[in-house]
């Protein structure tokens, strides 16, 4: 089992471009996350997805939109990046939203300049 | 609001000496308290957790205890190794979906 995967690992961006953060998981869970880890800060939420086919905005949710493409994938989009999105990105999942495991991801180290 | 507290790091050690790292919490109700740990370059890890008062979850030597008369679910170890430098996050857990956590505490291990 691979888990939680992430692509890319990494990505430089310059102000106004965008890209999407792919996540996958093989664990066949119900809930899936994306979180932001800025240093000092710990992790914040920026969207879940409690099932297939629903999504909700987390803490941070701003300049985001997400994709839950399937039961296995959810996407991160940046519109128009930001530096304030310079960050690392982790997404995680669980087997549902109640469950106190999560899983996650190796994370995406994203630099905007 | 629902908040955690670790202490700063980095946190350094001779291996085999004694870690407790703190982490205090507010919360309304009787949360489920967590630490995670993320290894250098990879995601984090559940490490151990206890979802009501007095609990004590373990795990690789780990152990931390929920105490509700003074809002704590600190980290501590016997003796530490090199392999357990990493930076451990405690978090918690409302009665919905989010996890609350705390800013990491790094922790390095000297051989």
């Known amino acids: 089992n691979a888990g939680v995967t992430q692509t890319p690992k990494f990505q430089v961006l310059k102000t106004g471009q965008s890209m999407t953060l792919q996540c996958a998981q093989d664990m066949n869970h119900n809930s899936m996350y994306w979180y932001r880890q800025d240093p000092g800060m710990g992790l914040r939420l920026i969207y879940y997805s409690a099932s297939e086919g629903t999504t909700d905005k987390g803490e941070v949710p701003n300049g985001y939109n997400v994709s839950r493409l399937n039961k296995r994938e959810f996407s991160l989009r940046l519109e128009s990046a930001a530096p304030s999105q310079t960050s690392v990105y982790f997404c995680?999942?669980?087997?549902?939203?109640?469950?106190?495991?999560?899983?996650f991801g190796p994370g995406t180290r994203l630099t905007v300049t | 609001g629902n908040s955690v507290t670790q202490m700063e790091g980095p946190v350094t050690l001779s291996e085999e000496a004694f870690l407790t790292i703190n982490c205090t919490y507010t919360a309304t109700g009787y949360p489920s308290l967590f630490w995670y740990v993320q290894y250098p370059g990879e995601g984090l890890q559940l490490l151990l957790k206890?979802?009501?008062a007095d609990d004590k979850g373990s795990n690789k030597g780990f152990e931390a205890t929920y105490r509700k008369e003074t809002t704590s679910f600190h980290l501590e170890k016997g003796s530490v190794q090199v392999s357990d430098s990493a930076v451990y996050f405690c978090a918690l857990k409302r009665s919905n979906y989010q996890l609350i956590w705390g800013a990491g505490t790094k922790l390095i291990i000297k051989p």
């Open positions: 206890a979802t009501k």
């Open positions: 995680a999942s669980s087997e549902d939203a109640n469950t106190y495991e999560q899983y």
